[in-house]
């Protein structure tokens, strides 16, 4: 199996990533292969609203005009068995980076041609709270939504704050395992 993760983490040793790596641990002990993206390393921008509707080439063809890392990342997404979104929590809601991701996702999701490699394929959802702890609720609601939106098979959410790191580490891993072991059983 071969799992994406986008991270909207810089940080490759951060609270974000330790999370996500447990999870990862979970499903390579099931042979799956990892490839990871760390997105504020990367060169995505913010969606432009480009006509006066607010739609774009999104909307009429399913691509969108900025030309950056996004449509190299999405041809990563179809090209995978199933992808781990990771966030860490920014005043209670997803990273910027990852908001970015996700907003021109969804956009180029609802034309046809763009879904084919991306609807219904399983996705998992990680936020971390690293601060005081507080958002990750409602980080994770964001996540889940907007992942729901773009038709991936979101199969779990899991939100993480500094102060249960310990519980939620062991939790993330057998979770990997079942999720990377889930084709073979099915
Ligand atoms: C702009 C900003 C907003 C943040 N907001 C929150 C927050 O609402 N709740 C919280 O617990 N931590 C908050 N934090 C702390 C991050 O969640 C914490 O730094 C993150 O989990 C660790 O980042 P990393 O995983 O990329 O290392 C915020 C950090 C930044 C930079």
New binding site residues.
């Given amino acids: 199996m071969k799992i994406l993760t986008i991270s909207g983490?810089?940080?490759p040793d951060?609270?974000?990533?330790t999370m996500t790596e447990a999870l990862l641990k979970g499903a390579e002990k099931k042979g799956a292969q990892i490839r990871r993206h760390f997105l504020p390393s990367e060169h995505v921008e913010s969606c432009r609203q480009c006509d006066e509707r607010g739609w774009g080439d999104c909307l009429a063809k399913g691509s969108c005009v900025i030309a950056d890392d996004f449509a190299g990342i999405v041809d990563e997404i179809r090209d995978s068995d199933a992808v781990v979104f990771a966030s860490?929590?920014?005043?209670?809601d997803l990273s910027e980076s990852l908001r970015a991701f996700t907003d021109r996702l969804r956009r180029i999701l609802r034309h046809e041609s763009a879904k084919p490699g991306i609807e219904g394929k399983p996705a998992i959802g990680v936020c971390?709270?690293?601060?005081?702890?507080?958002?990750a609720p409602n980080c994770i609601v964001s996540l889940e939504k907007v992942l729901r939106t773009c038709g991936f098979d979101l199969v779990d959410v899991i939100p993480v704050?500094?102060q249960n790191m310990d519980l939620k580490g062991p939790v993330l891993e057998m979770t990997g395992e079942w999720f990377a072991g889930r084709g073979k059983q099915s």
């Fill in positions: 983490s810089r940080n951060g609270k974000t990533a860490p929590v920014y005043f209670g971390v709270a690293g601060g005081g702890g507080g958002g704050r500094r």
